[in-house]
């Protein structure tokens, strides 16, 4: 009998590593908008069409790329921001397993532009599922632009599998204003079928906070803070008035990378027991630093699982921090009242 093993050729490997990293449109914003945060951005604008179907463009004005490495971004496990094992224990960037250009490219048609501030040209790169159609000079601003057209053309099960253009853009949007949040002093702009959805100035966090949800949570934030050998907390509750019934106001980050955390979110919720109406959640944007060899973010492809490696004292300081921020505000009341 012959010997029946072989190695996938590279661009049925990438399709199906796609399957994990690119589920739906709002994965490629992400994976696009953490890449400029990567590259040190101060300016990064989304254009989506048809909730992202059609189009997906980042532009930013990051470092930028050579041709060498733009052409080398696109490769499975190829990445300029951990070299060694050792690396992998003390994660800085947002980005780090180098799989999500060329699981994009392998699954849509994408045109990047790209230029450094020492180079005079730009690259530009066309690839449509794995397949480099062509590579060019030419004239670009610095930064990088990445536009993802027609995502999943050559999967079609993929394609009919998505959902209607409001859920996929409430998608588009959730990854989008959890980046934003994430990044004050970055500017970010959203459009929609060429309407402007966000225009959000650099600035601090809870102007980004009214930016992102309205001038009426401007009165609603109460901040909070605390600071441990072990842990730094900071960021905004919200007032029981800004409680909702529905989720999706609540936001965890973890060294700048939003998590979702269903003992933590309790730890916060314990604190709002008997000041909210039944079934509301509490609004609330919290950033904890930790230092990295505490915890491990390896533990799911698109990162917003973690695991801590003492969960119970984070529990018990965040909540500490919460009841003391919340406790703060009610004396006020209770003393304005009298
Ligand atoms: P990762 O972010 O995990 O490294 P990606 O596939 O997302 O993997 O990107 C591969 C590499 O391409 C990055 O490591 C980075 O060097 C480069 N790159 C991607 N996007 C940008 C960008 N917007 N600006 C500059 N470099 C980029
Ligand atoms: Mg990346």
Same mark, same amino acid.
């Given at each position: 009998m012959q010997d029946v093993i072989r190695l996938l050729p590279d661009s049925l490997a990438n399709q199906i590593a796609a399957g994990e990293v690119v589920q739906r449109p709002a994965s490629v914003v992400k994976e696009l908008l953490e890449n400029s945060i990567d590259a040190q951005a101060t300016q990064i604008q989304l254009i989506i069409k048809d909730a992202g179907k059609t189009l997906i463009q980042v532009i930013d004005d990051g470092i930028g790329m050579s041709e060498t490495d733009a052409r080398m971004s696109f490769e499975r496990h190829a990445t300029s921001k951990i070299k060694t094992q050792e690396d992998l224990f003390s994660i !800085?960037? !947002? &980005?780090?397993? &180098?799989?999500a250009l060329a699981s994009i490219a392998a699954v849509a048609q994408v045109e990047m532009r790209t230029r450094r501030e020492i180079d005079d040209l730009g690259t530009q790169i066309i690839i449509e599922g794995s397949e480099l159609k062509t590579q060019s000079k030419i004239n670009c601003p610095k930064g990088t632009s990445i536009a993802v057209k027609n995502l999943f053309f050559n999967v079609p099960a993929r394609r009919n599998f998505l959902k209607s253009n409001p859920v996929e853009t409430k998608h588009i949007i959730d990854e989008f204003q959890r980046v934003a949040l994430a990044f004050p002093e970055v500017a970010f702009r959203m459009y929609h079928n060429e309407e402007e959805i966000y225009n959000l100035s650099k600035g601090k966090l809870a102007q980004r906070i009214i930016g992102i949800f309205g001038k009426n949570y401007r009165e609603g934030l109460i901040p909070c803070q605390e600071e441990t050998p072990l842990l730094k907390v900071k960021g905004y509750i919200g007032k029981p008035e800004l409680a909702k019934k529905t989720r999706g106001e609540q936001f965890f980050f973890v060294n700048n990378r939003f998590i979702k955390h269903a003992y933590l979110h309790h730890a916060v919720l314990t604190c709002y027991q008997d000041l909210l109406p039944k079934e509301h959640i509490p609004f609330y944007v919290i950033f904890l630093e930790i230092e990295p060899q505490h915890i491990d973010i390896n533990v799911h492809p698109t990162k917003t699982e973690i695991k801590f490696d003492d969960e119970k004292a984070i529990y018990a300081i965040l909540q500490a921090t919460v009841r003391k921020a919340l406790g703060s505000v009610q004396n006020n009341l209770d003393f304005e009242e009298k």
């Open positions: !800085m960037t !947002m &980005g780090f397993r &180098g799989e």
